[in-house]
């Protein structure tokens, strides 16, 4: 179970997930799936070892994950969160770690839950910028010129002798 100083934050967290279609569930992880980016999950603790990172913990109030990062930024980012912040986890995969025999994230990056919608913005923006670009270089008529000849091809071959 979920051991988080601040009721606070966990009650907020169940606010925030009672709106999302499926509860996040991090056990997910040992079936070696990512979390996905929309699930918000609770900042549990963050590991050092002589003030060094080693890992943080994520929960969805029920169960924990843990995380490791070779992205020096992030690993001041989580160190400076408080146990408690409601996260979002950024390009997690899926590792096994031989140390502690169990799947573990492997994060790029993470933003809050007040960051999230932004950032969902921001992806829209640069996802639009990107199709409009590959439409001005042709590519998405040559692409369209290919599925209506290939969609013109016959699609079954007939042998008679």
């Not at 979390?35 to 169960?63: M, N, Y």
């Amino acid at each position: 179970m979920l051991s988080v100083d601040t009721p606070h934050a966990l009650q907020l967290y169940r606010l925030v997930i009672s709106h999302l279609s499926d509860e996040p569930d991090v056990a997910i992880v040992q079936s070696r799936q990512p979390v996905p980016e929309e699930w918000p999950l609770i900042l549990q603790e963050t590991a050092t070892l002589r003030g060094q990172f080693q890992h943080f913990l994520v929960s969805d109030g029920k169960r924990a994950v843990q995380c490791v990062t070779a992205v020096p930024d992030l690993q001041r980012k989580v160190m400076n969160m408080e146990a408690g912040a409601i996260i979002h986890l950024i390009g997690a995969e899926v590792r096994f770690d031989d140390a502690t025999r169990t799947y573990i994230l492997d994060v790029q990056d993470t933003c809050t839950l007040k960051e999230f919608d932004t950032r969902l913005k921001q992806r829209e923006r640069e996802q639009a910028e990107r199709l409009a670009w590959m439409k001005a270089q042709g590519y998405l008529d040559d692409a369209a010129e290919l599925g209506a000849s290939s969609a013109s091809a016959p699609s079954s071959v007939s042998l008679s002798s």
